[in-house]
Structure formats: C-alpha cells, structure tokens
C-alpha cells in the first residue's frame, strides 16, 4: 500500500478509547488533563524549540528527527505534523532548498543530508526500534560527523519522546487527517511561538 493509501486509510479509522476529547492526534492526549498537557507541550518545547546546552542542532533539524522517528513508527499524525513544522521553520530561515529532504526522511532515508544529520538520523531510528542495538561506533561516527555530545543526547532523547508521542496518539487510534496539508496553519504558529505558547490555537482537521 502506497504512504498516501495509508495515510488515507489511517484517517479513516475510529478512536478505540472512550471517553477522549474531540481532538486529533497528540491533541487528544494532550487535552486529557490540564497537567498532561502543561508537561506533554513542555517537554516538546525543551527537545524541540527551548536552547539545549551544547547543541549544535537547529531547530528544523530537531523537527526533522521528530519526523523520522514517527515516520519509522507508522505515525502520520506526528511524521505530517512535525514534517509540516520543519518545513515552516526551513521557509521563514530562507532555507527552502531543503524543503526536499522532508518527504526523503518520512519515507525513511537520509539522502541528500549531511553527514552530521545523516548520522543523527542514524541514532534515533536506532533508538526507535532498538536502544540496545546502538553503540559506541554509532556515537562516534557521530562525533567525527561534527555532532557533539548534547547533539547526541538530544538524537536519543526525542527518539524516546516521540515513540512515547506516537504510542499515545496510535494506542488510542485519535483521529488524524487524511492530508498532510492540515497542519499548514498550525506549523507556522509553532514555528513563531513553540508548543506551549497559548497563541497556538490552531488544530489540524
């Protein structure tokens, strides 16, 4: 089945969990409880927007690890949402040229990346599937990449969070759109404000 019959196919089932709000993906988590939703779009701000000591990455390029790790778990709702985030934050830095590599990491490679992303990438899908299988020569290759330390630890870290962030949006089968296009408006209120700015209203559909 092609990614967009998934998508599409995805969109199209019902929530197995009673008793959710009326929101679609993470949404519907976040939603649950007032103090779910303070520490669920906390901790999207410190992996995702916040300065991380150390780190070298930029903000697209977290996003863009946010969106191969859903795209390695099957989560359109996070892979579309935060690919669309990416791409938001690539358009208002003049770097559309990279747009591109977007639809190349959600179809789970990292052609056309440098070697420093590549071997990000590398991390975090390994994390994803199976945190024993990586090792020091992965971490190395990093390094020698250009990455450093908080770069890595930010690869481990937001593997670990979006699996947790896909688990919930899939486990509960929350509703999520059939395009990839839903979530324009809101990739440019996170790319101007983050995730738990209340000026961020907008809600994919």
């Known amino acids: 089945m092609a990614r967009d019959e998934e998508r599409l196919a ?5 929530p197995l969990v009673g008793g959710l709000p009326d929101a679609p993906g993470i949404l519907a ?8 939703g303070v520490h669920l779009r906390g901790l999207a701000d410190e992996l995702l927007v916040n300065d991380f000591p150390g ?5 697209p390029e977290r996003e ?20 669309a985030f990416a791409g938001a934050l690539l358009e208002r830095s003049g ?3 990279r747009l591109p590599l977007i639809d190349t990491i959600k179809l789970g490679s990292s052609d ?5 992303m590549q071997a990000l990438l590398h991390i975090s899908r390994t994390v994803r599937r199976q945190p ?17 330390d908080a770069d890595v630890q930010l690869a481990v870290l937001i593997a670990a969070a979006f699996s947790m962030y896909n688990r919930m949006v899939d486990g509960f089968r929350a509703p999520t759109p059939p395009s990839a296009e839903a979530y324009r ?21």
């Open 10 to 14: 995805r969109s199209q089932q019902a």
């Open 29 to 36: 988590a976040i939603r649950l409880t007032p103090g779910l």
């Open 55 to 59: 780190a070298t990455l930029k903000r």
């Open 64 to 83: 863009m690890l946010a969106t191969a790790v859903s795209a390695a778990n099957d989560c359109f709702y996070c892979m579309d949402s935060h690919g």
């Open 95 to 97: 770097e559309t040229d």
């Open 112 to 116: 056309g990346l440098g070697d420093k």
């Open 132 to 148: 024993l299988d990586l090792t020091a020569a992965d971490v190395a290759a990093a390094h020698a990449a250009g990455a450093s």
């Open 185 to 205: 408006a809101r990739a440019g209120e996170i790319a101007e404000h983050g995730y738990a700015d209340q000026r961020v209203t907008s809600v994919p559909s």
